[in-house]
């Protein structure tokens, strides 16, 4: 019996020691700067990329494209060939692309909020202008109406013959 328990002990402790390096091996070092730098001009590469497809123009896209990718590498201060390179670099690493890719989503995720809720202002703007426009057009065509009925000549007096 006290060997069972002690081989019972010695499985509970071999159990949680191999689960704990399994658990150590999985702890991801965070991002560096540079990585979260990376994943910021990532999310707004791939934000321009869903914006010139959606263009219904393919010249249209072709044109404003190379134009917007240039003004997010500006705005981020970002080498594009450089971008590419560390790209290729976090690819060849997978378990750092993961990351990156994890970073970005979360950063794209963050970004649909604040948008979701400028689409909603604006929706209820253009129905509030679309309602003022249509109580104005039911107005106009009741006055038209109106001054339609006004403008036929009332009906001639019958006149009695005696």
Do not use: H
Not at 37 to 59: C, G, I, K, R, W
Not at 68 to 74: D, G, K, T
Not at 105 to 119: F, G, M, N, Q, W
């Amino acid at each position: 019996m006290q060997r069972k328990i002690s081989l019972l002990f010695f499985s509970v402790m071999m159990f949680i020691a191999i689960a704990g390096c399994q658990s150590g091996a999985a702890v991801e070092p965070p991002l560096t700067p540079e990585d979260e730098a990376f994943a910021q001009t990532y999310a707004e590469v791939l934000l321009v990329n869903a914006v010139m497809e959606q263009l219904p123009d393919s010249a249209e896209r072709a044109f404003n494209k190379p134009d917007s990718l240039r003004a997010v590498f500006a705005s981020r201060k970002a080498d594009p060939k450089l971008f590419w390179m560390q790209m290729e670099q976090f690819i060849a690493v997978p378990k750092k692309w993961q990351q990156v890719q994890r970073r970005t989503t979360e950063i794209l995720e963050s970004r649909r909020a604040p948008v979701a809720a400028e689409v909603q202002v604006y929706e209820r703007k253009v129905q509030d202008s679309l309602a003022k426009v249509t109580a104005r057009t039911s107005l106009i065509d009741s006055l038209r109406r109106g001054l339609r009925r006004n403008a036929e000549p009332p009906p001639a007096p019958e006149r009695f013959n005696d």
